[in-house]
């Protein structure tokens, strides 16, 4: 083994930084010994923490409407072959009812900036899914909103919120979105959330159109301040109807060796092996996992809408039932040796 990488690895494990020089070399050096040296010992930082347990998370998908038209979405307001759909709120709680019998502990609301979910109906259904299901989490992933308003859904009982940065670095940011979006309005929605007491998850796309190994260790240098309690990475996956059509596809290697090196930085965070990951290659959630990563989210949106909640080309679980996506993930997880955990899997900070 390259024992420049081995140091490296060392270094980082032992101290829980990193330079700019020691990123590139664990990103850009090759070799089978080297890559598994690095996934084997973020393996072992995130068994003593967690200990080969792997949380669910039920994802719903309730709106595809989107007020946004960040270039690389499928559901940018400005794609107009997208089927447009909204969930009512008896069929968000009943979702969250298949959920929790299937064994989910975390309800993932997730769905594009869409206005005719006020406030008011947000918290309404938050309060609604807390009353129905006392032990079980809420996560909600709308997008940029008030200081009051993210305080709103805090007091109705939500208890983590996602809110990927997508790149720290503001020139990148004005490159992915336009230009009445800004990569600072978006870090400042972050320090919001934190502030307010919600467990927090910012993220990033591995290989988004003019992404720049140095704009990926501002992304780190920009964690070490927020410090999230979650991280979601995955690579960029083209879709057919955004201006990056054609544009190449994130690596799952970088992706992997990302995850990785989070998981030595930041030995607690929850680190999700994405849907976009498993899109990008069959056992990418499995090599996630095998990766350092804690964390799986499947879909438990009715299957009538999931073939149109489509970000990407090419998304896995579009045609199967929540109780197939359930199963399989449970298979895959005890596959690799890990086991599925039936707490609401909390940040170790939040658990009392
Ligand atoms: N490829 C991969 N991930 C994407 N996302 C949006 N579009 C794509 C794409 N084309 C990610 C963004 C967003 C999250 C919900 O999905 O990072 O924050
Ligand atoms: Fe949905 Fe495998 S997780 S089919």
Excluded: W
């Excluded at 390259?2 to 664990?26: G, H, M, P």
């Excluded at 307010?196 to 990926?216: A, K, S």
């Amino acid at each position: 083994m390259d024992i420049e990488f081995k140091n490296i690895v060392d270094t980082l494990k032992a101290t829980k930084s990193i330079t700019r020089d020691q990123f590139a070399y664990l990103l850009e050096k090759d070799g089978e010994d080297n890559r598994e040296y690095l996934f084997e010992a973020a393996r072992e930082v995130a068994e003593q923490v967690f200990h080969k347990e792997v949380y669910l998370r039920g994802l719903i998908e309730f709106t595809n409407y989107c007020k946004n038209n960040c270039y690389y979405c499928g559901i940018r307001c400005g794609n107009a072959n997208a089927d447009r759909y909204r969930l009512t709120e008896e069929e968000i709680l009943s979702c969250c009812d298949r959920g929790e019998k299937l064994g989910f502990k975390t309800f993932v609301l997730q769905g594009g900036e869409d206005p005719f979910y006020t406030d008011e109906k947000i918290c309404s259904l938050v309060r609604k899914i807390k009353a129905a299901h006392p032990s079980c989490a809420v996560t909600l992933s709308i997008g940029e909103k008030s200081y009051d308003s993210y305080r709103k859904y805090f007091e109705s009982g939500a208890d983590r919120y996602l809110l990927r940065h997508e790149t720290a670095n503001e020139e990148h940011y004005s490159k992915l979105h336009p230009e009445s979006m800004s990569g600072a309005e978006r870090k400042q929605c972050l320090r919001n959330l934190k502030e307010i007491g919600f467990q927090v998850g910012c993220g990033i796309m591995v290989g988004t159109p003019f992404q720049t190994l140095d704009n990926i260790y501002e992304d780190i240098l920009f964690m070490q301040e927020l410090q999230p309690h979650m991280i979601g990475i995955g690579p960029f996956i083209p879709h057919k109807d955004t201006p990056f059509r054609d544009e190449p596809e994130g690596s799952v290697e970088i992706t992997l060796r990302l995850l990785s090196i989070l998981r030595l930085l930041f030995p607690k965070v929850l680190l999700p092996a994405t849907t976009a990951l498993g899109t990008a290659d069959a056992i990418g959630r499995e090599k996630g996992i095998l990766a350092g990563a804690n964390v799986m989210m499947p879909n438990l949106s009715p299957v009538k809408v999931r073939d149109k909640y489509l970000l990407y080309d090419g998304k896995i679980c579009t045609g199967e039932e929540a109780a197939e996506c359930n199963q399989c993930m449970r298979r895959r997880v005890e596959h690799i040796g890990f086991h599925v955990a039936d707490t609401r899997g909390d940040h170790p900070d939040f658990v009392n």
